[in-house]
């Protein structure tokens, strides 16, 4: 049967994970139609949406899972994929449980889990350090002191995008390594507002500052635009989640000669676990349901699991499986998981709605200079204080 | 005998029955559509729906928090800017040109096809051409740079305070070639005479255009006028393909304001909120006009 | 009659004296081929014309070229070896997620959306255009009031209550759904037009008609339809264009396999491999702006006449 | 209601929103009969024709054609044929399909259709333009097409709405008298809207003159020519206008007199009768053309200056300073004046007409 | 050259592309002199009198104003006003900006625009209306004013290109005295271009017929109306045109005759001279108005039949079945005709016109 698949998973690393999804799919004598929409999950989200909502609902689609898709769950307009979650005892293998739990709502199961994303990495481009005479660092407060030498050889010494998810992004990540694991629950998990216009976060403010000043003159849009500036050494380095990976890797460099990643910011060795997970809205036609639970039981399938993200460069869901074939940064961020260093990631924590909130605000304080990190903080608290 | 005179008085409904069936799809277009979905909208943006129409109503929460939000403001500032400068800069452009190309030139259907191009290319391939040309690396400056001048910068996209300037290249580029056919119109339609009269009244060609010509084409500039601003409110496709915004949300715009958080926050009540407040805008300009234009009994011609 | 010499001589041909001409100008005044006048106005054009034509310029030569000359740098520099290749890239290997089959699928999709849309769309609005200029009814007017100021309302704010009502017809998502989205946007621009250009043809033409007994139908389609081919042509412009080009309703109200050209553009563009490749994207960009750009290129004289039929008297 | 009129307008009333065009407006029409509508421009000839043909709904009153009330009838189920000004040829047909269209809607048969096209164009002399479009027609050639299109019709009353104001004046005098030559040999029910008041008094039996939405005299040319019925209609007709003297009346030796500016005027061949009585404020009214230049006719000489003179061909007008006023005098094309010349004028009474200067009534 | 001419043009020719529209024109116009450019549409007035102007460059020839070679001037500094159909006014500025704007550009001095504005103002008589835009005006009042934007200019020479053309009749006859009056108190140079013959005849001192870019006839309107130079002339000249008779000259009695489908017409009145041989073919032509019905002048009496009768008012025209013509005949409006009643004419031959055939020259 076929069945449609809608993600955003467009780049080159990404595109050929989804390949391998596909393949296993296809396997199984269904047939994946792949409906990439490009340029992230902004773009592709509300298409998503309205099609589900106009009627017209795809057999499969990727959110990160998370509140996405709670109303959506709500309205009725999702499966509910308990009796294949339970015929696979996915209770059992899913790692760490706030995965699913995340899926959970009102105890039933909507969404199957395909890989763990972690957002606390800090990519170097060792070459950029050679050419500007410095030792690749090993935490941020090196970077930061690297970032005149960097300069001054005419390299840019953060590379961070135009799009606001990866400012944001970045600030989530210095929170937990500046701040802790314990504030960052604080302000996103109980929304605390006190302690986000609080000194913890002004320290977390002040990183910020600086990786904005770092960040000056790198032109770019796209995230993996921005890796490749890291990759080309243009850049001595980047903060962004475990998919950068899969750009390294396709242009055939290797983890710590050809580039160095520090999970945490090398400060604080904690990795959040967001990811993607795939969502079934509720068809009316038999054959594609039973097409829908072949998908789902495929997505979790421990070979699937491994093929495809290896080519992610994400981590499994599943802590059973087989990951010899991992690379440095990978098993690195395998210890920290199975250490239990963990958090959930803001996508989780935080709706939609605040996190634009958040969005707006970082990406426009880490174009405008003359923004300062108190101004800054307060709006943050602001937006902390009325987040659901 | 007057009586049974007055019998044979058909229905009014009746009367013109075929060309009211034919309108039907404009009156429901009307009603259904832009009557009832502005309805729809302003009615949700007393809501708090969030990822679907919920009927929770808040109040006015949405337009306080909409006021207060920075981005808001940031749009509104730019569209306004943008706004003026472009209704000035394709005017005065758009008119230029059809003046130059009303003074009997060689070639002009080269140049009118030249300068009305690019109005045939979508939004999205003119923010990317743009993008290209004015890219930092790539484009004008680093090519200037190339040829000596190192200290030459030409960055409007990369540069928050000027980079709506950047935009506004690309949307002239885009919008002057429509102007300029309209102004052609315009200028076609004014009476040889007027000219003939200025010439011997000894009044130079420039005092003639500013002080005759334009004042008569009134007409034209309302519609020139009315297309620019329309397409004014709405502009976002050429935001979205050459800056997206940013950088951070000094190109933001009210448009964008309203998708990003109809569909990417999932806060319809705040998206409706702002389109409410696009639609009151719009409405302060145009009802007046269309009333003048339309309405107020005014009829043929 | 004294001044019988003066008399026009070659009236009747009679006494065909001509008087001597007198001392200085006779004739027309000398204008030189080059004069400040004429600098200044081709001058001018020349450099609005040369504004307008860079980006062209620069995306056909960018087109051209491989991506190490990129690299080097000068996006004005004409090609050192022209290369083909990034077309065929662009038409038919680029990818998007596991689809690599380039633009090729997206123009045929946009062909099969255009074509009905414009043809829906124009009939519907000329026919709009047409009962509103002849044969007002009550509420006419307030109903075409409503359609202009709809035409100002952003896209945005109408999607949401259009996904809804395409829902609850059931044509969300089908061909169908797109061309009622298209005929609906397209209407209050076009109906202004046609009805322009119904109200400056003469009245009493329609009064004839009805008064040799053609109804509403026949008056549009055997008087009115047959002259007002400008006007047309300017709609199917327009219509052509702005479908063609269209975005968001594309991306919005279809679905993968029926993605219009633009929004694979749009995909190819931003499905980053790597590197940006420039040259592939411009030419999918050239690609995707091919048709409309070459029904204005065709076209585009009777588009200046149409405007003027349609647009500015008001 | 005359069951003998061909047309017949009763109460009619037209409204365009607020403005009243046409108010209570009551007409007869008898058949055969060439009435023509005049009046100066908005006064809402063409919104009455319109009413008769059925294109203009009226707000109030009834229609009737041929003794039948077609108030609410289609223009085509009325009986009528109409031509107008623009002559609102279908522009991408040929002059035959113009002339057949209607035929063709109604679904007349073809051999039907051809003998009529065949019959109007030999009426109209068109047979050699049958095969051209309009566009290659001369101004009028492409009148006689839309007459034509109303001659195939086959009906009983014809309108026109200014037919002749687009032609240069040698083709409008040359169809004048071609239209009054049809109405000669087909004698239907022809009317027909104009300002200009020649082709009124040309052409018509009789004619309607209209101010405002309202007729202001209904009769045969002569009558209104010479005996007009109030000062509008006096100073309307008549080209150069009536010339038009305010004063009072008096008694002056054997009868009634008028006095204006000190200068007195008899009224002893005035045939009004017991209306006209001393101390009644009038106006009297004289044609330029009863009026008479250094000819004495037995009657009163006044004296008077040539202010202007205008030649023109058969006649030569004279403008004339008198007793305070301007005067238009025609005389001979032949006779000519200098300017500031004294002459003597005499008043031909008999064809004069004097009007009450309130109600503006003719005495 | 006429070195007392206002205005003086030598072998003017002026081609749009390869059409020739003035060929070699010749013209003097005297100082004061009226003179009015006749003829029908597209023979080319407008653009002699736009070369004139300045606003269209000659071919060949060149052009005097005051003897001065202006051949090469711009339009303003030619000492020309100039008055258009079309009224051309500024339409977003009041009367009295229309009427300063050309000099306010060349910087006069306040008071003297002043002084010239109030003067023309009073001229015109558009003093009330100093402050109003034209679209609040009249056709009649916008005219005036385009007049008065070329009285203000103090020119010698007034162009006019068909000022009356775009009035109905009444403001057209009521403005052709104003212009005439305009005329006889200012004196300078007038060039007034119509296809009104009225116009043409009672303004003009001269009259200049063209045809196809060519001079007909240059004459004082007497000259012209009575004496016509070629069949051209006397045909466009005439409102109804004269009456043309195709034949040939024979001998008859005493003298010379017409011979004309069997019917003779005694020359013996006709003033011609040795030009008049038996034989010759000719054209006769007799104006409407010299011809009597039923009224005995002494010479031949002819039968004929009323075939349609238009009365005008003052006028009645006859049209008459005569020996196979139709011949078109002007009687007083008091005296009426039945269609088909039988009348006799007699002819005034004095008046009347013998044009040659073949060269259609006046014999
Ligand atoms: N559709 C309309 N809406 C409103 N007023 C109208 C309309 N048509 C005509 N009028 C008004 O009605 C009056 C009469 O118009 P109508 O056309 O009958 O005049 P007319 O006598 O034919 O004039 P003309 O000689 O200029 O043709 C005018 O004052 C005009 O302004
Ligand atoms: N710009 C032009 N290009 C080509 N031909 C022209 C142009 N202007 C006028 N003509 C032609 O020159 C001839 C004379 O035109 P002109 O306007 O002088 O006529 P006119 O006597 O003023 O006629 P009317 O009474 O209609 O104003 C016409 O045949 C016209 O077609
Ligand atoms: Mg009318
Ligand atoms: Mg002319």
């Not at chain 1, 990160?64 to 509910?80: K, T």
């Not at chain 1, 950029?128 to 090993?138: D, I, M, N, W």
């Not at chain 2, 009927?55 to 909409?66: A, K, N």
């Not at chain 3, 209050?188 to 043809?201: A, E, G, H, K």
């Amino acid at each position: 049967t076929d069945l449609e698949v809608t993600h955003w998973w467009t780049s080159g690393g990404e595109s050929a994970a989804v390949a391998e999804l596909a393949k296993a799919f296809d396997a199984t004598g269904n047939h994946w139609v792949d409906g990439a929409i490009a340029g992230s999950g902004g773009t592709a989200r509300p298409i998503m949406i309205s099609r589900i909502t106009g009627g017209d609902p795809m057999g499969a689609t990727q959110f990160n899972h998370g509140r996405q898709a709670e109303e959506l769950v709500q309205a009725g307009l999702m499966r509910d994929l308990t009796d294949v979650a339970t015929a696979e005892k996915w209770k059992d293998i899913i790692r760490p449980s706030s995965l699913l739990d995340s899926c959970t709502i009102d105890g039933k199961i909507y969404c199957a889990p395909v890989n763990i994303h972690s957002w606390q990495w800090l990519w170097l481009s060792n070459a950029a350090f050679k050419k500007a005479g410095v030792e690749v660092p090993k935490n941020w407060d090196e970077f930061v002191a690297a970032a005149p030498a960097l300069e001054k050889a005419g390299i840019i010494p953060l590379a961070v995008g135009g799009q606001p998810w990866q400012a944001t992004g970045a600030f989530d990540v210095l929170m937990v390594a500046v701040a802790g694991k314990d504030t960052f629950n604080k302000v996103f998990k109980d929304k605390d507002a006190e302690v986000a216009a609080g000194p913890e976060i002004a320290k977390v403010f002040k990183a910020a500052d600086d990786a904005r000043r770092m960040a000056k003159g790198s032109n770019v849009q796209d995230w993996n635009q921005a890796t490749n500036l890291v990759i080309t050494g243009k850049a001595g380095g980047q903060i962004m989640g475990d998919w950068a990976q899969g750009e390294f890797a396709l242009a055939g460099q290797k983890a710590g000669t050809d580039y160095t990643c520090l999970p945490g910011l090398g400060v604080n060795e904690i990795i959040s676990t967001g990811g993607d997970a795939f969502y079934f809205p509720l068809l009316k036609d038999e054959e594609k349901s039973k097409a829908q639970a072949v998908l789902a039981k495929t997505l979790l399938d421990p070979k699937t699991q491994v093929a495809f993200n290896l080519k992610k460069g994400s981590l499994p869901v599943r802590g059973d499986v087989d990951l010899a074939a991992a690379n440095d940064c990978m098993k690195k961020g395998l210890d920290i998981l199975a250490k239990g260093n963990v958090i959930q990631g803001t996508d989780q924590l935080l709706s939609a709605d605040s996190q634009k909130q958040k969005e707006d605000l970082f990406s426009e304080f880490f174009a405008n200079p003359s923004m300062t990190p108190e101004d800054a903080q307060k709006r943050f608290a602001g937006i902390i204080a009325s987040a659901d | 005998m007057t009586g049974q005179a007055r019998a044979g008085r058909p229905n009014k409904l009746l009367r013109n029955l075929n060309a009211k069936i034919a309108s039907i799809p404009m009156i429901l277009t009307a009603l259904v559509i832009f009557v009832g979905g502005t309805l729809w909208t302003v009615f949700y943006s007393f809501t708090n729906s969030k990822l679907l129409p919920r009927l929770s109503f808040v109040g006015f929460d949405q337009y306080e928090r909409l006021w207060a939000a920075p981005r808001w403001v940031t749009a509104i500032e730019n569209l306004a800017v943008y706004g003026i400068l472009s209704l000035i800069f394709s005017l005065v452009i758009g008119f230029m040109l059809a003046a130059l190309m009303d003074q009997k030139i060689r070639f002009e259907n080269t140049f009118r096809t030249i300068f009305l191009y690019p109005f045939a290319l979508s939004f999205i391939v003119t923010g990317l051409v743009w993008q290209w040309v004015l890219n930092p690396d790539f484009g004008i400056q680093a090519v200037v740079r190339s040829m000596g001048w190192t200290s030459f910068t030409f960055n409007p996209l990369y540069t928050p305070e000027i980079v709506i300037y950047g935009i506004l290249i690309a949307a002239l580029w885009q919008g002057t070639g429509l102007v300029m056919c309209l102004m052609l119109a315009g200028l076609r339609g004014i009476d040889e005479d007027i000219w003939k009269a200025a010439r011997v009244d000894g009044i130079p060609m420039w005092r003639t255009y500013l002080f005759i010509v334009i004042p008569m084409m009134r007409p034209v500039f309302i519609t020139t006028i009315v297309i620019i601003a329309s397409g004014i409110v709405k502009v976002y496709d050429l935001v979205v393909a050459q800056t997206s915004g940013g950088p951070g949300i000094s190109s933001e715009v009210p448009a964008k304001y309203v998708y990003d958080y109809m569909f990417q926050a999932q806060n319809l009540g705040q998206g409706f909120a702002a389109s409410t407040m696009m639609l009151v805008t719009v409405a302060i300009i145009i009802v007046p006009w269309a009333y003048l234009e339309f309405g107020g009994g005014r009829k043929r011609g | 009659m004294a001044d019988v010499g003066t008399l026009n001589t070659t009236s009747a041909g009679i006494d065909a004296v001509a008087p001597k001409l007198g001392e200085g100008p006779s004739g027309p005044r000398p204008r030189p081929a080059v004069s400040a006048r004429n600098i200044m106005l081709y001058g001018t054009l020349t450099i609005a014309a040369l504004y307008y034509l860079l980006p062209l310029y620069v995306m056909v030569v960018t087109s051209l070229k491989g991506m190490p000359e990129i690299r080097l740098g000068n996006i004005f520099s004409p090609p050192m070896e022209i290369t083909f290749e990034p077309w065929v890239k662009a038409w038919a290997q680029a990818c998007t997620g596991l689809n690599c089959d380039g633009l090729s699928r997206g123009f045929w999709n946009s062909v099969r959306i255009t074509v009905p849309s414009v043809i829906i769309s124009i009939a519907i609005a000329s026919v709009n255009g047409y009962a509103l200029a002849n044969w007002r009814f009550r509420g006419s007017e307030l109903f075409f009031s409503i359609l202009i100021v709809g035409a100002f309302i952003p896209y945005q704010v109408m999607i949401y209550p259009i996904v809804i009502i395409l829902r609850e017809i059931g044509i969300y998502g089908t061909l169908t759904g797109l061309i009622v989205v298209h005929s609906i946007f397209g209407m209050p621009i076009l109906t202004l037009l046609f009805r322009n250009y119904f109200v400056s043809l003469p009245e009493e033409l329609f009064k004839a008609a009805r008064v040799d007994g053609a109804g509403f139908w026949q008056i549009f389609l055997r008087i009115m339809l047959p002259m007002s081919l400008p006007i047309f042509v300017v709609a199917m412009i327009l219509q052509v264009t702005g479908i063609w080009n269209d975005f968001l309703f594309g991306v919005v109200f279809t679905r993968p396999d029926t993605y219009p050209m633009t929004v694979q553009l749009n995909n190819i563009v931003n499905s980053v491999q790597g590197v940006k490749e420039y040259n592939v994207n411009m030419a999918a960009t050239i690609l995707t702006g091919l048709v409309p750009l070459i029904v204005y290129f065709v076209s585009g004289r009777l588009f200046v006449r149409g405007i003027a039929a349609g647009a500015v008297k008001g | 209601m005359n069951m003998n009129a061909s047309v017949s307008i009763k109460d009619l009333s037209l409204n365009f929103g607020a403005v009243s065009v046409l108010k209570d407006l009551n007409l007869d029409i008898n058949d055969g009969e060439f009435l023509v509508l005049l009046g100066s421009s908005g006064c809402g000839k063409s919104t009455l024709l319109n009413c008769i043909a059925g294109l203009l709904d009226a707000s109030e009153g009834q229609i009737f054609i041929k003794g039948k009330n077609v108030t609410w009838e289609e223009p085509k189920d009325r009986g009528i044929g109409m031509v107008f000004q623009s002559y609102a040829l279908y522009p991408q047909m040929t002059v035959e399909k113009n002339l057949s269209f209607g035929l063709r809607v109604a679904k007349v048969p073809q051999a039907e259709i051809d003998k009529r096209v065949a019959r109007a164009s030999e009426i109209l002399q068109i047979q050699p333009l049958l095969k051209r479009k309009p566009a290659e027609l001369s101004g009028g050639q492409r009148q006689r097409v839309a007459i034509g299109r109303a001659l195939v019709r086959d009906v009983d009353v014809f309108l026109f709405d200014e037919p002749l104001s687009n032609l240069d004046a040698k083709l409008r005098s040359e169809l004048r008298v071609e239209i009054k030559r049809l109405h000669q040999s087909l004698k239907n029910t022809m009317i027909y809207v104009t300002h200009d008041q020649i082709e009124a008094l040309t052409l018509a039996d009789r004619i309607a003159i209209m101010k405002s939405g309202i007729i202001q005299q209904l009769d045969d040319p002569t009558t209104i020519y010479n005996r007009p019925r109030n000062l509008f209609v006096a100073g309307f007709i008549g080209s150069p206008s009536m010339n038009f003297l305010h004063g009072e009346l008096v008694k002056s030796g054997e009868g009634i007199a008028f006095l204006a500016n000190g200068v007195i005027f008899s009224l002893a061949d005035y045939d009004a009768g017991e209306t006209l009585q001393p101390g009644r404020k009038v106006v009297l009214g004289v044609r330029p053309e009863h009026i008479k230049v250094n000819e004495n006719t037995g009657g009163e000489e006044h004296d008077a200056t040539v202010d202007i003179e205008e030649p023109m061909g058969a006649d030569n007008l004279l403008w004339l300073k008198h007793a305070g006023h301007t005067m238009s005098v025609r005389v001979n094309g032949a006779r000519r004046f200098n300017v500031g010349a004294k002459v003597k004028l005499s008043f031909d009474m008999t064809v004069a007409s004097v009007f009450d200067a309130e109600s503006e009534l003719r005495l």
